[in-house]
């Protein structure tokens, strides 16, 4: 069974940073691509961003481009959302996401989602 159970989430000033971790266990972590989802009050759930399996490729939503930085540490089984120039509008729980088989960017596994919260 696939856990991902994220961290990081936090108050923050607009034009300040936070990152988020997501602890993956369950499977071989290094063989899936990995991404990041909000959902803020009121809206459906977004793209954020996405990594591949091996880390070398990213996409990310056009609102976070430039700002978000997406990565991964094979190693330690973890993917981290680097967010800085937060704004208000960036308000959401972020939610950390699994492929469900390897070249596949098609979401099975979802984290319990953290809080982030960017005061104007």
């Known amino acids: 069974q696939v856990q991902l159970v994220e961290s990081g989430g936090g108050l923050v000033q607009a034009g300040g940073s936070l990152r988020l971790s997501c602890a993956a266990s369950?499977?071989?972590?290094?063989?899936?691509?990995m991404g990041w989802f909000r959902q803020a009050p009121g809206k459906e759930r977004e793209f954020v961003a996405a990594?591949?399996?091996?880390?070398?490729?990213?996409y990310y939503a056009d609102s976070v481009k430039g700002r978000f930085t997406i990565s991964r540490d094979n190693a330690k089984n973890t993917v981290y959302l680097q967010m800085n120039s937060l704004k208000p509008e960036d308000t959401a729980v972020y939610y950390c996401?699994?492929?469900?088989?390897?070249?596949?960017?098609?979401?099975?596994?979802w984290g319990q989602g953290t809080q982030v919260t960017v005061s104007s």
């Open positions: 369950g499977r071989t972590f290094s063989s899936y691509a």
């Open positions: 996401a699994a492929a469900g088989s390897p070249s596949s960017y098609e979401y099975d596994y």
């Open positions: 990594i591949s399996w091996s880390g070398g490729s990213t």
